[in-house]
């Protein structure tokens, strides 16, 4: 629209054509200023301010190759495995939660079942819900399992706690397709779940790969889970390390503490930049109700 | 194979969409379903697909009876008014999804078949594309190769034309009646235009508000409509109603409205001694003729050329009479005319319930 207007009268509208930009340009500069600062202080042995102190350096990474010369690392579980651990939490809870979320949200969408309507509103008053208040049941319940302090507890937990999302979101896209489809493929011959599978499923593609992003990257990001749950550390993720530097008492490496940092969240920018075509996707794919 | 609905009746919460429906459908038969739109046709038809579960009443194939049946049980094919093909399949792979699912049906059996079915609607050259890369027409030619490609006992049609250009629905609707033919499967279809079942059906059961209306040829629908709504259903353009007063006049009966007055023949007379009519007459059953000849006299309304013939709209009295006229005809708004009315081509309803008295 301020392209339209600018070429009618451009000396001035231009002006006016850009006033968004800048609005927007100034709010957005403390977040840039964030990262900015993030990525050079991992390459600097101090920085004070927004200024750097001393030469460009790897030192900060030196957790990658060599951990042992790093006092912070001793006691922990080595990067590689908390890698591993964060990618199979992720992975694990994508997995879950979309295998899930696909069929939950096919019947919301297709089957009319009793208590149905209930079942949508409960689901959506799960997820407005703080997980912070259910930590101590939680607890309770990992415990009678014999599940607390185990990777697998805690990809259930968080898995559960993705669900509502993803549950609205896959039947928002199953809403999208004709029912003309569905009784086609019936009437070809197939039954439900073959229809689901090699008709529904296929067709809501697009929700699943976004769906599958934005699980992966909050399981990848969450840190209250594993970090109450899994306290003795052998099975701990990224995020928990992050906070173990940071926590370290009187005096805090934010050399280090950057470069893990910046370790830490690469995966998921690479991932986003990768996937960016299908978030959007998400949105644009309109969420009906 | 031979289909037959006995009382079958639809509802929807409150809504009654078919009501106590009876049908029969003889093995081989082309039968159209016709109605306006919300007269139960497609729910009737759902319920013969096994999509929707009848409330009350009996679906039999052959000898089978198979209301309670799945879709996949009851060995139909169908093709949905959106096509519904699989947008994310080929069109090899549309048609071959039925046999999929068939466990009797090799895999180098399966091939050979799409490719016949293919052929029979001469869609074989497009086997590699996606739905979308297809026209309308080709589109609906790959629906009807999925539909027959399992070699069903009944052909199902929704509304098989309606997405189509005037034109291709002109060329697809002898396609179909000759694919139907051809086959030889007992088929049901079901269409708002009168047109297209008088043209494709063997026989047309006209339906409203959830009720048969009417089920019999497209001649005797035409000739002999049952009651008032039918005979104004079919035809186009519509048939004219004239409320008239029945008289006797020198020993004839004689159907009388304003400015009009029209002996019936002996064959026409109602039975019983009904005092008044509402006279059906097919626009092409009125000829203008000279002012002051006819049984009417009336001014050109408007003239409406197309093509083949022109329709002429006719003020009489109070009313319009819509009249066919030969493409030759000169007449202008304003012209005075006579009418005369093809007398055995006369169609008495009665005034109120709207069935045939005569």
């Known amino acids: 629209m301020a392209a339209v207007v600018g070429e009618r009268a451009p ?155 993803g549950i609205w979101i896959m039947k928002g896209f199953f809403d999208n397709i004709p029912w003309d489809l569905e009784m086609s493929a019936l009437v070809d011959g197939a039954g439900r779940f073959r229809t689901w599978w090699r008709i529904m499923l296929p067709l809501v593609k697009p929700g699943l790969l976004a769906l599958a992003v934005l699980l992966f990257v909050e399981g990848w990001n969450q840190f209250l889970l594993p970090f109450v749950f899994m306290p003795s550390g052998s099975q701990q993720t990224l995020s928990t390390l992050v906070k173990g530097i940071l926590g370290e008492g009187r005096f805090v490496d934010y050399g280090l503490l950057t470069a893990v940092g910046l370790y830490y969240i690469a995966p998921v920018l690479i991932l986003f930049v990768l996937a960016q075509d299908q978030l959007m996707r998400i949105y644009a794919g309109g969420v009906k109700g | 194979m031979r289909v037959a609905l006995e009382r079958l009746t639809k509802r929807f919460g409150t809504v009654t969409a078919v009501q106590e429906l009876d049908l029969e459908v003889r093995s081989g038969e082309f039968v159209a379903l016709l109605g306006p739109s919300g007269c139960g046709k497609t729910t009737t038809l759902l319920m013969i697909a096994g999509i929707y579960r009848p409330t009350t009443g009996t679906i039999v194939f052959g000898d089978r009876r198979v209301d309670h049946l799945h879709p996949k049980e009851r060995g139909i094919g169908m093709v949905f008014q959106s096509y519904a093909l699989y947008p994310h399949m080929t069109v090899s792979e549309n048609i071959a999804f039925p046999l999929e699912l068939q466990r009797a049906v090799t895999r180098p059996d399966r091939e ?69 033919k051809e086959v030889g499967i007992t088929s049901i279809f079901v269409t708002h235009d009168q047109l297209e079942a008088l043209s494709m059906a063997d026989r047309v059961a006209v339906m409203r508000d959830g009720r048969l209306q009417a089920y019999a040829t497209p001649d005797e629908l035409y000739a002999h409509p049952v009651n008032r709504f039918v005979a104004g259903f079919i035809g186009s353009p519509p048939m004219n109603f004239i409320p008239a007063d029945l008289a006797a006049r020198n020993g004839d009966l004689v159907a009388r409205a304003q400015d009009i007055e029209l002996p019936l023949p002996p064959a026409q007379r109602p039975r019983g001694n009904a005092a008044g009519a509402t006279v059906g007459v097919r626009p092409e059953h009125i000829a203008i003729v000279a002012p002051g000849e006819g049984q009417a006299a009336g001014e050109v309304y408007v003239v409406e050329p197309v093509g083949r013939e022109q329709i002429v709209d006719v003020q009489v009295g109070g009313r319009v009479l819509r009249v066919v006229a030969p493409p030759g005809y000169g007449g202008k708004i304003g012209d005075r005319i006579g009418l005369r009315f093809a007398p055995e081509r006369l169609h008495l309803f009665d005034p109120q319930s709207g069935d045939r008295l005569a």
């Open chain 1, 11 to 165: 000396s001035t509208n231009r002006w006016l054509a850009a006033l968004p930009y800048v609005v927007l340009a100034l709010a957005t500069l403390p977040i840039l200023v964030l990262y900015v600062w993030l990525f050079y202080s991992s390459f600097f042995p101090r920085v004070e301010g927004f200024r750097p102190v001393g030469d460009f350096t790897f030192d900060n990474w030196r957790f990658l190759w060599d951990p042992l010369s790093v006092p912070q690392m001793r006691n922990r579980p080595p990067i590689v495995p908390l890698t591993f651990n964060t990618f199979i939490f992720a992975a694990m809870t994508s997995a879950i939660g979309l295998l899930v979320s696909s069929m939950a949200g096919y019947a919301f969408s297709r089957l009319r079942f009793p208590g149905r309507r209930m079942f949508l509103g409960s689901v959506l008053l799960l997820h407005s819900f703080p997980s912070v208040t259910l930590l101590i049941a939680l607890f309770v319940v990992l415990r009678a399992l014999g599940l607390y302090d185990k990777l697998v507890g805690v990809i259930l937990v968080q898995t559960a706690f993705a669900l509502p999302f």
């Open chain 2, 112 to 180: 050979a078949r799409v490719r016949e079915a293919a052929a029979k609607v001469q869609v074989d050259e497009l086997l590699d594309r996606r739905p979308a890369q297809l026209s309308g027409g080709q589109q609906q030619r790959v629906a009807l190769a999925r539909a027959l490609v399992k070699r069903p006992d009944i052909l199902l049609l929704d509304e098989p034309l309606s997405n189509l250009d005037a034109r291709l629905r002109h060329d697809m609707r002898g396609e179909i009646k000759r694919l139907q």
